[in-house]
């Protein structure tokens, strides 16, 4: 096999990699890297669990190839929000008891921060973060949590990291 | 609701231990595992559902570079294995018994070269007669998929026959007799399919092989100890030298109670002389794991004029595919679920788990549960309406109250299903039942056990005061252990910050009954009080000698061991002790024993008399388009009691998880079999419910306190997946006029029920 020098940019570091054409990013970032925040399931972009940003919107990382994700930005969960700097989501999550087995979590967080982004100043309507987050399943919580954390996330304001 | 906040950290709505690790994705999980020189395992699976291997020639595999291990029946001991009955081959010997039954395991470099290597493996089979289906199994002249049956281990209780893996029975009174004397007497048969737990992490173990023989595995599974017992029978090897470790489970419901993948993981490895990862894919999962049972339930029950229940007589079938899984208990179990929380003076109750050419099953949350519900609580509906009384009526004329006996004869105390009943029916506006053309309410009421089996910890006192707690119970995600952690910090005088959980693993937490049937907060929490306890005592001895007082003398608040105006914190104890001897560290234990019961109305039932059952009532209102079937759950409320709230966000989030559960089982959820075959072994056509399928649900938590449980707390997990499925079943009927009679109630089934209907209502 012939692999490719692929130079990725995630969480806001330079990632040099040598990597299959038809490896997806959630091969390379769990697999590769070791960068294990992004969960895998289903592997065919029904469950959700693998959702990262791409360029800042949210994609599933097990259909994506590496190879498409050269010079873009990647955003896993390990790059949202660290112990003392936590993204405003991540504490609503920890706040509201958003968080069960948390195996979905790091894809809804990042489903619920694409969606913030794209909506700056909304406090969104339940409804309209139920159908935000409608691609990525939870077995634990039945939603309602996590569907409260993100609204009352979009109405707090960010603290400086 | 009521807070029970006389407390300082039990009955608080605190954040959740592990919370910080999941929100910053560095909670480990099964999945998660990666070993220096670790090789990844997959599984040849058969591709026919009942047959005798002809050939089976694993040379092509061998033949792929990359390719390290391939292993058959003929490389491994022939042990059989099952929590029930023995019956399970680690991979098929002469015949399979369903489709995707194990064949060979291949362990390569990379997971792409393995499942390659899997492909390549030829195989020929001779076909035998099928039976996909519990009453075909149970016909005359039906193939006996266990030829050997009689032969096999099981639990003593079982009564067994060819393909009847259990029979159990609970019997009082005499129904034939009653049910002549009854104003009316109701028949009606239910159904309910398999449907998958649905956890969102698949099951993954690896193994690794120590220099000295022993064997590590890690594994999501639900049971430690289980998996080290089971892996010890089929390895052939002591207990000890097999040590279990679980990092993070991406949820289980159950559905990860039995052994998985860890004895492939462990056999690849020794073969390949490597450690050895499986995980499970998304088909498989919905092809080969261990579902919840299809059931058939067959219900007839008589009444007086006003009402009053007289007799009951129950016949429920459980498929339990392949091999027995958790079936017997299933079966069993369904017996007091069918019974349901009603006074009934004759009874007789029988439970069958019976083999099929279909995936082997297990437990799903409240095993038997919905099912039994979805029967009994259908037709006490149909019975109201029959007879022109309330539902909510029919039910507080006839339910159980403290001092009455269960179906056992087991003696009831903290009985709340009144009390459940009334405030969920206030909650849902019962008075107007139909609110609407299309609109109708359903109520269902229901009860659970608190599962019994024992539990241990170890509580070390650390130097800086804080506490671990170790037990073999996992954190499976639904937040029980951080319960349990509450009231070690409630007991000992600490904030639940200055409580952690030690790592699980065998070599270092002691037993626990485990993870499952709504045990884990209560029984981990009394053993984690008794732990404390013991604690108390000799902080207090220490300090008592310190002050110069009687021990009596001594208290612990706010993180000191306090006599008068003298202090010392606990930290300092802590340290002091460990410099003179060792450090504090106390065992406790805790098991809760089933109450006495009739042993003369049971038969080869597993577990005859509940521990600390627990009552709750949902209600819901639900919206039928009649043009297209299609129905939106507009409002749904659950009244459960749990004795005492823990900490009332955790159990709320329960309550919301185990009814979207029950929605899913109600509305969409449905694995589909063509001639044995799982036709919908996809995430996208085995339909969980998403944001948008579950609405807001209202939790209320009704606090009738046991006499077992920390604080007064009765098991909560399993239960609000119970009633859903009836819930919704009748707030249809109401809406509609329909009763539907198998799960799940599709927009089709309402339709042409509808159809068929000569008065339809909406």
């Known amino acids: 096999m012939n692999k490719l020098p692929l130079l990725l940019r995630i969480n806001g570091e330079m990632h040099d990699v040598l990597v299959e054409q038809y490896w997806s990013l959630l091969h390379v970032l769990r697999d590769v890297l070791g960068l294990t925040g992004t969960k895998e399931n289903c592997l065919e972009a029904e469950c959700g669990v693998c959702t990262v940003l791409l360029d800042g919107k949210a994609v599933n990382s097990c259909i994506l190839l590496a190879v498409q994700c050269r010079g873009r930005d990647i955003l896993t969960v390990e790059g949202l929000g660290r112990p003392g700097n936590l993204h405003k989501l991540q504490q609503a999550f920890i706040d509201y008891g958003a968080a069960q087995c948390g195996y979905c979590t790091p894809g809804m967080l990042l489903v619920a921060k694409s969606w913030l982004d794209e909506h700056p100043g909304v406090v969104p309507e339940p409804d309209a973060v139920r159908e935000a987050i409608a691609g990525t399943l939870c077995r634990c919580t039945g939603y309602q949590k996590i569907v409260d954390a993100i609204c009352s996330a979009a109405a707090r304001v960010q603290e400086p990291g | ?762």
């Open chain 2, 1 to 762: 609701m009521k807070l029970s906040n006389q407390f300082a950290v039990v009955g608080h709505r605190l954040p959740r231990l592990d919370a910080p690790a999941k929100v910053t994705g560095s909670q480990i999980y099964g999945t998660d595992v990666m070993l220096p020189g670790m090789l990844h395992g997959k599984l040849f699976r058969s591709p026919v559902p009942h047959a005798l291997i002809r050939r089976l020639d694993v040379r092509p595999a061998l033949a792929i570079d990359g390719v390290r291990a391939v292993i058959t029946a003929a490389d491994i001991p022939g042990t059989r294995y099952g929590p029930a009955v023995k019956d399970m081959p680690v991979l098929a010997t002469d015949r399979v018994r369903y489709v995707g039954e194990p064949l060979t395991a291949v362990a390569a470099v990379t997971a792409e070269i393995a499942e390659r290597a899997a492909a390549a493996i030829e195989a020929e089979f001779d076909p035998l007669p099928t039976a996909f289906d519990p009453e075909t199994a149970l016909a005359e002249g039906a193939p006996v998929l266990h030829p050997d049956w009689a032969g096999y281990a099981a639990l003593p209780m079982l009564a067994r026959d060819a393909n009847v893996a259990s029979h159990s029975r609970i019997q009082h009174g005499d129904v034939e007799t009653a049910f002549a004397a009854c104003f009316k007497v109701y028949a009606h048969c239910f159904s309910t399919p398999v449907v998958h737990a649905g956890y969102t992490e698949p099951r993954a173990a690896t193994a690794r092989w120590e220099g000295d023989g022993a064997l590590t595995v890690w594994t999501n599974g639900q049971l430690p100890y289980e998996v080290q017992a089971t892996l010890a029978d089929i390895l052939q090897m002591p207990v000890s030298r097999i040590r279990v470790l679980v990092p993070g489970i991406g949820g289980g419901f159950g559905g990860k109670l039995r052994i998985g993948l860890e004895h492939y993981a462990a056999l690849l490895a020794r073969a390949a002389g490597r450690p050895v990862k499986l995980i499970a894919t998304c088909e498989e999962e919905l092809t080969a794991a261990h579902p919840r049972q299809a059931s058939l339930i067959t219900l007839r029950t008589g009444v007086s004029r006003d009402g009053t229940l007289l007799a009951k007589q129950a016949r429920v079938v459980m498929d339990c595919g392949a091999y027995a899984g958790s079936g017997p208990g299933t079966a069993a179990v369904a017996l007091q679920i069918v019974a349901g929380p009603y006074r009934t003076p004759n009874l007789l109750l029988d439970g069958l788990a019976v083999y099929t050419n279909k995936l082997p099953t297990g437990s799903f949350r409240a095993t038997a549960g919905p099912m039994g519900n979805f029967a009994v609580e259908s037709q006490m509906d149909i019975i109201a309406d029959d007879l022109g009384i309330d539902p909510l009526e029919l039910r507080l004329h006839n339910i159980v109250r403290d001092g009455d006996t269960g179906p056992a004869g087991e003696p009831l105390s903290a009985v709340s299903v009144e009390e459940c009943l009334r405030k969920a029916a206030q909650a849902i506006g019962w008075d107007k039942r139909r609110p609407g053309p299309g609109r109708g309410k359903g109520i269902a009421c229901g009860w659970w056990m608190t599962t019994g089996g024992s539990s241990g910890v170890y509580v070390k006192l650390n130097a800086d005061g804080t506490a671990t707690l170790g037990s073999g119970a996992v954190e499976l995600g639904t937040g029980a252990l951080t319960g349990a952690c509450q009231v070690l910090a409630e007991e000992l005088g600490l904030p639940l910050a200055s409580v952690r959980l030690a790592p699980v693993d065998t070599d270092g937490v002691p037993y626990d009954y485990g993870a499952q049937g709504s045990r884990t907060a209560f029984s981990v929490g009394n053993a984690a009080r008794a732990a404390a306890a013991s604690l108390r005592q000799r902080i207090a001895a220490f300090a008592a000698e310190r002050f110069g007082v009687a021990p009596e003398r001594v208290s612990l608040e706010d993180g000191h061991a306090v006599a008068g105006e003298h202090r010392i914190s606990i930290a300092e104890v802590a340290r002091l002790i460990q410099l003179s001897s060792g450090g504090l560290i106390a065992q406790g234990t805790f098991i809760n024993p089933p109450p006495p019961h009739d042993a003369a109305r049971v038969m080869n039932h597993p577990l005859p008399a509940w521990t600390t059952p627990s009552f709750h009532a949902h209600a819901a209102e639900v919206s039928v388009d009649t043009e297209t079937g299609e129905m939106t759950v507009e409002r749904y409320v659950v009244a459960q009691d749990v004795g005492f709230a823990i900490n009332p966000t955790g159990i709320e989030g329960q309550i919301e998880g185990g009814v979207a559960q029950g929605l899913g089982q109600a509305l969409s959820e449905e694995l589909v079999f063509y001639e044995g075959r799982v036709v919908n072994a996809t995430l996208t056509d085995y339909k969980m419910p998403t944001a948008m399928d579950v609405p807001p649900i209202e939790s209320i938590l009704v606090e009738c306190a046991s006499q077992a449980g920390p604080f007064g707390a009765k098991g909560v997990g399993e239960p609000p997946c119970i009633e859903p499925l009836a819930t919704i079943a009748n707030a249809v009927a109401a809406a509609t006029g329909v009763r539907i009679f198998s799960a799940p109630l599709t927009p089709e089934k309402v339709l042409r029920a509808i159809a068929q209907s000569e008065f339809p209502l909406g």
